[in-house]
């Protein structure tokens, strides 16, 4: 069957652990051959998946070639404004915004655990929505790591920790999610609620710390100027199933300044002249 492609994914693609002088190396740690220590190293994406992980399908008894997936008629409805976009001959370039728009409506699927993932069937649909070989939808979905090729939790947690949001106390914010679900980064609480990663940056600067929330309730929302407390009372209201206050976490308007004004003081009129 075509479709069988997806396990050739795994093909020359397994992660091999890191040798120095003939030794592993293990990720996260760094060590010196000279002294013989060992120090710990901390990277700034943690959550990054392996290289196995990110190739390797993994059939299960909900992610199959038999698995029942179909867009719903909302979901052709946005298909048909993305396919307008692109010439006739050049459909395969909407590629990467159907795989999105089947993550999204998978959030609201509770036969595919209601979590935004993209199922190996949806992906065989857009295979044959764009008339395209399964393979090629194959290497797009398992090249990025914005599309889930498993389940995930309801609420997925992406915290910026880029330069900007770091110098701010991201990581602060981080270890305070994580010491409060009990989870790392890259997984999920154990009631299904929360998943935890690390995001790139996501263009919202100058409002560090932030964070953004895919789900049914945030639908993808920025949430900025985080504290480690802010953060945690937006998972709290998430778990009581209300959605929490979009945008800053500190009342200032979109990016404006906590004071509207640099100056110290009334502005000084311009000196005139007064012969005239």
């Not at 398992?142 to 992406?158: A, D």
């Amino acid at each position: 069957m075509a479709f069988r492609g997806a396990r050739a994914l795994s093909l020359g693609l397994r992660s091999a652990v890191p040798r120095v002088a003939g030794a592993a190396v293990r990720p996260g740690v760094m060590s010196f051959a000279r002294t013989g220590a060992v120090i710990p190293q901390r990277f700034l994406h943690t959550s990054r998946p392996s290289l196995d992980a990110l190739a390797v399908h993994k059939e299960t008894d909900y992610n199959n070639l038999d698995t029942d997936w179909e867009f719903t008629p909302e979901s052709y409805k946005e298909i048909e404004v993305v396919l307008a976009k692109y010439p006739a001959n050049y459909k395969r370039s909407a590629v990467m915004p159907l795989l999105f728009i089947a993550q999204k409506q998978t959030e609201k699927m509770p036969e595919h655990k209601a979590t935004g993932w993209v199922p190996l069937a949806a992906m065989n649909k857009i295979a044959t929505v764009l008339d395209m070989p399964p393979m090629r939808v194959y290497e797009v979905a398992s090249f990025y790591t914005m599309y889930n090729r498993q389940p995930i939790g309801k609420h997925n947690l992406q915290v910026c920790t880029t330069s900007p949001c770091m110098v701010c106390d991201a990581y602060g914010v981080l270890d305070a999610i994580k010491a409060h679900l009990g989870v790392e980064v890259g997984e999920t609480t154990p009631d299904g609620l929360f998943h935890l990663m690390e995001a790139e940056c996501l263009g919202c600067c100058v409002n560090a710390p932030m964070m953004q929330i895919a789900g049914p309730i945030t639908n993808d929302a920025y949430y900025e100027d985080l504290t480690p407390e802010s953060a945690i009372k937006i998972i709290e209201d998430l778990r009581a199933g209300k959605e929490p206050k979009k945008g800053s976490q500190i009342g200032r308007t979109t990016s404006m300044g906590v004071v509207k004004t640099a100056l110290m003081g009334e502005p000084k009129a311009p000196e005139c002249r007064s012969d005239i």
